[in-house]
């Protein structure tokens, strides 16, 4: 865990960089795809440490979890984890799967909403 606040700057950066080089991959290999962000609690560091990809559709979310795109979206993590230098014991615990659509219809489009009630896991 990082302990001081300029170690979890680092942390963070690192993540940043890793997390949206994965995304842009994604963006041309995964039908629907539009954006992942991340949430953490560096208190709680890596274990809340989770990653959340979005689709366009619910149907389009579906189909990637139907085929070997979610098994993509695992190791796209992976990799961003292993380039940020996060060690966690099982990567798909950290990935998470939503769309546009389920957002606006359950959250009318509020994001930060959504994730906090979502996928925050805080120490």
């Known amino acids: 865990m990082p302990t001081s606040k300029r170690e979890q700057a680092h942390t963070e950066r690192r993540l940043v960089t890793a997390l949206t080089q994965a995304c842009e991959t994604a963006k041309s290999e995964l039908p629907g795809f539009c954006w992942l962000t991340h949430e953490v609690d560096y208190a709680a560091f890596p274990a809340s440490l989770q990653v959340v990809w979005v689709f366009d559709t619910l149907a389009n979310k579906h189909a990637a979890l139907a085929c070997v795109m979610g098994e993509r979206m695992i190791e796209l993590t992976r990799e961003a984890f292993d380039e940020a230098q996060v060690s966690v014991a ?7 799967v939503d769309s546009e659509q389920e957002c606006l219809h359950e959250n009318g489009g509020d994001w930060q909403q959504r994730i906090r009630r979502k996928y925050s896991k805080r120490g």
């Open 90 to 96: 099982n990567v798909s615990a950290h990935v998470h």
